[in-house]
């Protein structure tokens, strides 16, 4: 499975942006979808995760912000994110889990800033 991101760039603080990662095969309903970010100097972060049917769960930080979400007929996940700051500003990484295996995206960098 290879994950291509997409999306990412320079927006102002409170604006907003919608990230994509694309699989080259089908997403499995049964796939647990997240998004990671890595701001520098710091540690690769949870952001969302999409468990499957449905179930969500956000980090404490993007709560009420940003939405994670995905389409398995078009086999892209989504990170809708709204009300940016900048410590939004990070490289944004997708990953698939699935049957116990890791895939990872490549990344796609997002800044926020005036």
């Known amino acids: 499975v290879q994950l291509q991101a997409s999306g990412g760039g320079l927006v102002q603080p409170g604006g907003s942006l919608r990230l994509s990662c694309a699989a080259s095969?089908?997403?499995?309903?049964?796939?647990?979808m997240s998004w990671y970010r890595q701001a520098p100097g710091k540690q690769r972060e949870l952001v969302a995760v999409?468990?499957?049917?449905?179930?969500?769960n956000y980090a404490d930080s993007v709560k009420g912000r940003f939405t994670i979400s995905r389409d398995n007929a078009k086999n892209t996940m989504y990170l809708q994110m709204n009300s940016l700051k900048a410590e939004d500003t990070a490289v944004y990484y997708c990953?698939?889990?699935?049957?116990?295996?890791?895939?990872w995206g490549q990344g796609t960098e997002v800044t926020v800033s005036s």
């Open positions: 999409d468990i499957s049917g449905g179930r969500t």
């Open positions: 990953r698939m889990v699935r049957f116990g295996t890791a895939y």
């Open positions: 095969g089908s997403i499995f309903m049964s796939d647990v």
